[in-house]
Protein backbone atom coordinates (compact mmCIF):
# COMPACT_ATOMS: atom_id res chain seq x y z
CA UNK A 1 0.00 0.00 0.00
CA UNK A 2 0.86 3.62 -0.76
CA UNK A 3 1.68 5.88 1.87
CA UNK A 4 1.75 8.80 -0.45
CA UNK A 5 4.39 11.58 -1.03
CA UNK A 6 5.64 13.61 1.90
CA UNK A 7 7.61 17.11 2.09
CA UNK A 8 9.49 19.17 5.27
CA UNK A 9 9.17 22.93 4.01
CA UNK A 10 11.38 24.85 5.84
CA UNK A 11 10.92 28.87 5.74
CA UNK A 12 13.57 31.17 7.55
CA UNK A 13 13.78 34.08 5.91
CA UNK A 14 10.89 33.42 2.74
CA UNK A 15 10.96 36.22 -0.01
CA UNK A 16 8.95 34.00 -2.49
CA UNK A 17 5.09 32.79 -2.75
CA UNK A 18 3.57 30.73 -0.56
CA UNK A 19 4.22 26.99 -2.15
CA UNK A 20 1.89 25.05 0.75
CA UNK A 21 -1.03 25.16 -2.24
CA UNK A 22 1.40 24.30 -4.81
CA UNK A 23 2.92 20.82 -2.62
CA UNK A 24 -0.59 19.72 -2.23
CA UNK A 25 -1.43 19.93 -5.55
CA UNK A 26 1.20 17.82 -6.14
CA UNK A 27 0.34 15.36 -3.66
CA UNK A 28 2.34 16.07 -1.23
CA UNK A 29 1.46 15.19 2.37
CA UNK A 30 3.50 18.75 4.15
CA UNK A 31 5.39 19.81 7.04
CA UNK A 32 6.06 23.16 7.46
CA UNK A 33 8.35 24.69 10.66
CA UNK A 34 10.17 27.87 10.93
CA UNK A 35 13.46 27.45 12.02
CA UNK A 36 16.69 24.88 11.30
CA UNK A 37 15.99 23.30 15.00
CA UNK A 38 12.25 22.44 14.14
CA UNK A 39 13.52 20.84 11.16
CA UNK A 40 15.95 18.67 13.26
CA UNK A 41 13.24 17.87 15.53
CA UNK A 42 10.71 16.81 12.55
CA UNK A 43 13.91 14.86 11.29
CA UNK A 44 13.80 13.01 14.03
CA UNK A 45 9.78 12.08 14.37
CA UNK A 46 9.79 11.19 10.84
CA UNK A 47 11.53 10.89 7.67
CA UNK A 48 9.63 12.89 4.62
CA UNK A 49 10.56 12.37 1.01
CA UNK A 50 11.31 15.65 0.44
CA UNK A 51 13.13 18.52 2.47
CA UNK A 52 12.78 21.89 1.13
CA UNK A 53 14.91 24.64 2.58
CA UNK A 54 16.92 27.81 1.98
CA UNK A 55 20.29 28.41 1.51
CA UNK A 56 21.32 31.37 3.41
CA UNK A 57 24.94 32.04 3.81
CA UNK A 58 25.99 34.23 6.86
CA UNK A 59 29.54 35.34 7.60
CA UNK A 60 29.08 35.22 11.16
CA UNK A 61 29.29 31.45 11.84
CA UNK A 62 32.58 30.02 13.57
CA UNK A 63 32.49 26.80 12.15
CA UNK A 64 30.39 27.10 8.85
CA UNK A 65 29.43 28.98 6.12
CA UNK A 66 25.76 28.87 5.99
CA UNK A 67 22.36 27.91 7.99
CA UNK A 68 22.41 24.31 6.14
CA UNK A 69 25.42 22.39 7.67
CA UNK A 70 24.14 21.12 10.77
CA UNK A 71 20.87 19.98 8.48
CA UNK A 72 22.54 18.02 5.78
CA UNK A 73 24.61 16.26 8.44
CA UNK A 74 21.82 15.01 9.97
CA UNK A 75 20.20 14.12 6.43
CA UNK A 76 23.38 11.81 6.69
CA UNK A 77 21.82 9.12 8.14
CA UNK A 78 19.01 9.15 5.99
CA UNK A 79 20.17 9.24 2.56
CA UNK A 80 16.80 8.24 0.81
CA UNK A 81 15.97 11.89 1.81
CA UNK A 82 16.06 14.51 -1.03
CA UNK A 83 16.98 18.22 -0.05
CA UNK A 84 15.80 20.65 -2.78
CA UNK A 85 17.41 24.12 -1.78
CA UNK A 86 16.66 27.34 -2.42
CA UNK A 87 19.17 30.05 -2.81
CA UNK A 88 19.76 33.88 -3.65
CA UNK A 89 22.06 34.40 -6.99
CA UNK A 90 24.63 37.03 -5.24
CA UNK A 91 25.62 34.03 -2.78
CA UNK A 92 26.03 31.74 -5.94
CA UNK A 93 29.60 30.95 -6.01
CA UNK A 94 29.62 30.15 -1.96
CA UNK A 95 26.59 27.78 -2.50
CA UNK A 96 28.57 26.55 -5.60
CA UNK A 97 30.88 25.27 -2.83
CA UNK A 98 28.64 24.53 -0.48
CA UNK A 99 27.27 21.47 -2.72
CA UNK A 100 31.05 20.30 -3.31
CA UNK A 101 30.88 19.47 0.37
CA UNK A 102 27.15 18.22 0.83
CA UNK A 103 24.59 16.60 -0.71
CA UNK A 104 22.21 18.73 -2.27
CA UNK A 105 19.34 16.67 -4.55
CA UNK A 106 18.10 19.81 -6.83
CA UNK A 107 18.89 23.31 -6.55
CA UNK A 108 16.48 26.83 -7.52
CA UNK A 109 18.42 30.45 -7.80
CA UNK A 110 16.18 33.06 -6.63
CA UNK A 111 13.19 34.56 -7.77
CA UNK A 112 11.46 31.21 -6.86
CA UNK A 113 8.85 30.81 -9.12
CA UNK A 114 5.79 27.78 -8.73
CA UNK A 115 6.61 26.46 -12.15
CA UNK A 116 10.20 25.70 -11.09
CA UNK A 117 9.48 24.15 -7.73
CA UNK A 118 6.77 22.10 -9.62
CA UNK A 119 9.15 21.14 -12.24
CA UNK A 120 11.22 19.74 -9.94
CA UNK A 121 9.10 18.35 -7.11
CA UNK A 122 7.20 16.36 -10.21
CA UNK A 123 9.56 13.25 -10.45
CA UNK A 124 8.63 12.44 -6.58
CA UNK A 125 7.00 9.17 -6.70
CA UNK A 126 4.92 8.32 -3.86
CA UNK A 127 6.43 6.14 -0.77
CA UNK A 128 5.92 2.30 -1.19
Given at each position: ???????????????????????????????????????RVALKKKQPQVVVAEYNYQTDFRDRSSNLETLTAVLQRYPEVKLLVFYPLQHQAFFEKFTQQHQ??????FPITEEAVAAALSSIE???
Open positions: MSRGKSLLAIIELGGYPNLLPLYQKLGFEVELVTSQRKAVWKAIPPAA
